[in-house]
């Protein structure tokens, strides 16, 4: 039921049986179906969710209807409002699933007793969340100075699996690009390889 939650947590700390076993009292595993919200901005998030099947979206909503989507989260990925979660002030992002999901749930006081007792958790969640700074600095970087085609090329290689599997639309709220504008960046990749 775990094992890809202690597999992603092993690519950078040891953990002895007794603490999984310590870890584990404090998760729950929690299925959403496609569309289900898991956090609405404004409100306070208090969970960080590891998807163990299916595919999350951290997304911004904005006054004019629109959205930004800022992160997919497939399998073996982490989701949450870091800022909302870590400094208990409401939620900028907004959370819901894609696909039917299966997640790991584990709330913010229940990591910070945890953080307690096994201190080497504390140094996996910050280097988690060193990795997702650097994955958002990268993500404006490449926003602000390369082609929406360069940045659907390194789409394809970041979520190769997603590219099929979540619509158009939502990869184009990714990219910053309308679903049209991406509908001819694909065709022009396809008629550039034949």
């Not at 947590?9 to 569309?35: G, P």
């Not at 504008?181 to 694909?186: D, E, G, K, N, P």
């Amino acid at each position: 039921m775990y094992e890809l939650f202690f597999q992603n947590i092993a690519k950078h700390i040891q953990l002895e049986s007794s603490e999984e076993l310590l870890i584990t009292k404090k998760l729950y595993l929690k299925s959403v179906v496609k569309n289900e919200k898991l956090l609405q901005s404004g409100n306070y998030c208090k969970e960080i969710y590891f998807v163990n099947k299916g595919c999350l979206r951290v997304f911004q909503n904005h006054t004019n209807g629109e959205e930004t989507t800022s992160l997919f989260c497939p399998e073996n990925w982490w989701a949450s409002d870091i800022m909302s979660f870590s400094q208990n002030i409401p939620a900028l992002s907004a959370i819901d699933a894609l696909e039917d999901s299966e997640i790991i749930c584990l709330n913010s006081t229940d990591l910070e007793e945890l953080y307690i007792k096994i201190p080497k958790l504390e140094r996996f969640f910050r280097i988690l969340f060193q990795n997702g700074f650097g994955l958002y600095q990268q993500r404006l970087t490449l926003a602000l100075s390369t082609s929406a085609a360069i940045r659907y090329t390194l789409f394809t290689k970041q979520y190769p699996t997603l590219v099929n599997r979540i619509s158009q639309k939502h990869i184009a709220a990714y990219l910053g690009i309308t679903p049209v504008f991406l509908s001819i960046i694909r065709r022009k990749m396809v008629s550039d390889k034949n």
